[in-house]
């Protein structure tokens, strides 16, 4: 086993570097000015070890992730290792041999100030940090500041070894980049007021201040050629009203913070609005649900899981064929109550009705054609992450079957075991 030698680092320096230099000759050439500054100023930081804290501000469209490529390839081509993780699952699969932070770091889920992360000195984890020369972490402002600090304080701990003086260092004297915008959703803090979700931001930390702020503003999706005149007028007007809205610069009603909607993606008000909008999303549904295509690029957002349930129950009824449903454990766990009588004080009619953040109601029902997404990472090489899109060919008794339709594994036929799922909260 010891000739085998840190399978995390070996992980990390078995790339083909050869062709990595070829994608990263054929990325530069693409970077615009704004991406060119910050590649500069990151790859520098890397070479000459100075251990700098960048973050790359940018809506979405800007190019970040295509940045984080060129300078990943770059580097790896050297033999330089480079960490990219992403506050979600969904975003961990855009880069290459990304994965999410509490995976990578061990960061705990419940996190407080004076958390660190479950990394010992001299495991193959703190071992892989040692020699580790970037960080690169997508989508920071969804996480709360507690992650990041929970990281910088081990990464201090563990780099005293390689840099004098990491203990007074951001991240140990390592180079971390951050990337993401603040037009986006922000930590959630469980009944928490404004002040309390603004004071759990990234740009609340103490780490911010060393930050050097690097802003990309071009959409660079306009400038792929796979857009037409016609529609990029149009997608340039919708994403300059979205920034406004971000900004908070645009409201029909100053006082009521009221914002006005542009006619052309508003529905016409009716007397049945959740039809309404199945109609709007999903044409013709009865005769296109089983072609794929047609759903990948469908989907109906809700602020409410109540919602949700109500459009799954309504579209439910409308696919064809014999559906199949499944119900959850609707006992309570005989270790956790000192009483005989729970069977009295939870009757099962009230564990059924019971509703969490995250974890499906008590009976969930499925018919073959019909997509799902998953609420859990359960295979992240394959593709399988909390938010990933499936359609499902198959209905077992103790598993059902898949295809995914959304990420890098389109097309990949999968099989989701029934698993146990408890919420997180305790009470």
């Not at 960061?107 to 992360?117: F, K, Y």
């Not at 004080?345 to 073959?368: A, C, M, W, Y």
């Not at 359609?391 to 995914?404: C, D, K, P």
């Amino acid at each position: 086993m010891n000739d085998t030698g840190n399978r995390r680092i070996n992980e990390e320096l078995e790339y083909d570097k050869v062709s990595l230099n070829k994608e990263h000759d054929k990325s530069f050439e693409l970077l615009n000015d704004c991406q060119k500054i910050a590649y500069d100023a990151i790859i520098t930081s890397v070479v000459n070890e100075e251990g700098r804290l960048f973050f790359i501000n940018g809506h979405g469209g800007t190019g970040k992730t295509f940045l984080w490529n060129t300078i990943i390839s770059k580097l790896r081509s050297q033999s330089k290792i480079v960490l990219p993780v992403a506050t979600s699952g969904i975003t961990a699969l855009l880069l290459p041999n990304g994965r999410t932070e509490h995976s990578r770091f061990h960061i705990p889920l419940d996190v407080n100030a004076e958390s660190t992360c479950e990394i010992r000195q001299g495991s193959q984890l703190a071992e892989l940090l040692l020699i580790t020369s970037l960080i690169i972490w997508d989508e920071p402002p969804m996480e709360n500041k507690f992650c990041f600090e929970a990281l910088d304080r081990t990464l201090r701990d563990i780099l005293r070894v390689k840099y004098e003086n990491s203990s007074d260092k951001p991240f140990g004297g390592l180079t971390v980049v951050f990337g993401g915008g603040f037009h986006q959703i922000l930590p959630v803090i469980p009944k928490g007021a404004r002040a309390d979700i603004v004071d759990a931001s990234l740009n609340s930390s103490y780490l911010w201040p060393f930050s050097t702020i690097y802003e990309l503003k071009q959409n660079m999706q306009l400038c792929s050629g796979r857009v037409t005149d016609s529609d990029a007028v149009e997608i340039t007007t919708f994403d300059k009203w979205l920034l406004q809205i971000g900004d908070g610069s645009f409201y029909n009603e100053i006082d009521n913070e009221l914002i006005k909607l542009p006619v052309d993606i508003c529905i016409t008000s009716s007397n049945d609005p959740v039809g309404s909008i199945v109609e709007a999303v999903y044409p013709s549904l009865i005769q296109k649900y089983n072609d794929p295509t047609y759903l990948q690029e469908r989907a109906i957002l809700t602020p409410k899981n109540e919602m949700v349930h109500e459009f799954n129950d309504t579209i439910m009824k409308m696919i064809l064929g014999e559906g199949r449903t499944y119900f959850s454990s609707d006992n309570v766990c005989k270790a956790s109550v000192n009483t005989n009588d729970e069977d009295l004080l939870h009757p099962t009619e009230f564990l059924n009705s019971l509703r969490f953040p995250g974890i499906p109601n008590h009976d969930i029902q499925l018919k073959v054609g019909t997509p799902i997404m998953l609420l859990r990472n359960r295979n992240q090489s394959e593709g399988l992450c909390n938010g990933t899109r499936l359609i499902v060919t198959h209905l077992g008794n103790w598993s059902i079957s898949a295809n995914i339709i959304s990420g890098k594994n389109i097309g990949s036929k999968v099989t989701i075991l029934r698993i146990i799922m408890s919420p997180n909260d305790s009470k």
